[in-house]
């Protein structure tokens, strides 16, 4: 119980960056009134473009991409708030303003993010679900990809980072027959000379341990 509430008082006070979705309130909202809680030019003050990570863990990678990227905005999405709540106190505490932290199920998202409202989706090393039964929780399985592309705008795309090469072989095949394409395809990251890359928390141990890393853009198919 003091655990609990040692969590809630965190959430809480992360208040104005963390928005813990999927309580009994706000499931009594119409779509309506979920989406225009949402309204992102309002949340963010500006009209910048949005890009959000699915399942950002700690929040290493959302906090990097958006002080480098000051002129977007980010929305960072983890289902565990007691992961997520560390991610929103470290964005607080280094002052960054564009990014937005929602715990809340990927399932979920397009209960409170508008339509078309992304211009980027990042998917940095989601749990592979190995076992076909749970194939369906894979956030590249056919029911995610419908989502994002509810969410993304026409020229929206994704970046996809994973470890489990299993995981990247279901992919390719979901995102091609799904209504994605996919370009920049890697199957070795750290040797590929994409400077642009910026590393999560996963990704830094993998590479320690010397795993080649996979990645690939997924973008709506013409
Ligand atoms: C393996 S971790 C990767 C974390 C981070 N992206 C990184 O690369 O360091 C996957 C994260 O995705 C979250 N996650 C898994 N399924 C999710 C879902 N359906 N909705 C939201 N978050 C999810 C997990 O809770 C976990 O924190």
């Given at each position: 119980m003091r655990r609990k509430k040692h969590l809630d008082e965190r959430l809480s006070a992360a208040g104005d960056i963390l928005h813990v979705l999927e309580s009994r309130e706000f499931y009594k909202l119409s779509k309506e009134e979920k989406t225009s809680l949402f309204?992102?030019?309002?949340?963010?003050?500006n009209e910048n473009p949005v890009e959000a990570e699915i399942g950002c863990g700690r929040g290493k990678f959302i906090a990097k991409t958006a002080a480098r990227f000051p002129e977007k905005n980010f929305i960072a999405v983890e289902k565990l708030s007691n992961v997520i709540?560390?991610?929103?106190?470290k964005a607080k505490a280094a002052g960054l303003k564009n990014v937005v932290f929602l715990n809340l199920?990927?399932?979920?998202?397009?209960?409170?993010?508008?339509?078309?409202?992304?211009d980027r989706i990042y998917l940095n090393f989601p749990c592979p679900y190995p076992k076909n039964?749970?194939?369906?929780?894979?956030?590249?399985?056919?029911?995610?990809?419908?989502?994002?592309?509810?969410?993304?705008?026409?020229?929206?795309e994704i970046w996809f980072k994973t470890d489990a090469a299993r995981l990247f072989e279901y992919s390719l095949e979901s995102f091609t027959a799904n209504g994605f394409a996919v370009k920049n395809v890697s199957l070795d990251l750290h040797k590929s000379g994409f400077a642009e890359n910026i590393a999560t928390e996963y990704e830094e141990k993998f590479v320690l341990y010397g795993k080649p890393?996979?990645?690939?853009?997924?973008?709506i198919a013409p």
């Amino acid at each position: 119980m003091r655990r609990k509430k040692h969590l809630d008082e965190r959430l809480s006070a992360a208040g104005d960056i963390l928005h813990v979705l999927e309580s009994r309130e706000f499931y009594k909202l119409s779509k309506e009134e979920k989406t225009s809680l949402f309204d992102l030019s309002r949340l963010f003050g500006n009209e910048n473009p949005v890009e959000a990570e699915i399942g950002c863990g700690r929040g290493k990678f959302i906090a990097k991409t958006a002080a480098r990227f000051p002129e977007k905005n980010f929305i960072a999405v983890e289902k565990l708030s007691n992961v997520i709540v560390g991610a929103a106190e470290k964005a607080k505490a280094a002052g960054l303003k564009n990014v937005v932290f929602l715990n809340l199920s990927a399932e979920n998202a397009d209960c409170f993010l508008p339509a078309h409202s992304l211009d980027r989706i990042y998917l940095n090393f989601p749990c592979p679900y190995p076992k076909n039964t749970y194939a369906n929780r894979r956030l590249t399985s056919p029911r995610f990809l419908a989502l994002y592309r509810e969410l993304l705008g026409p020229e929206g795309e994704i970046w996809f980072k994973t470890d489990a090469a299993r995981l990247f072989e279901y992919s390719l095949e979901s995102f091609t027959a799904n209504g994605f394409a996919v370009k920049n395809v890697s199957l070795d990251l750290h040797k590929s000379g994409f400077a642009e890359n910026i590393a999560t928390e996963y990704e830094e141990k993998f590479v320690l341990y010397g795993k080649p890393i996979f990645r690939l853009e997924a973008y709506i198919a013409p």
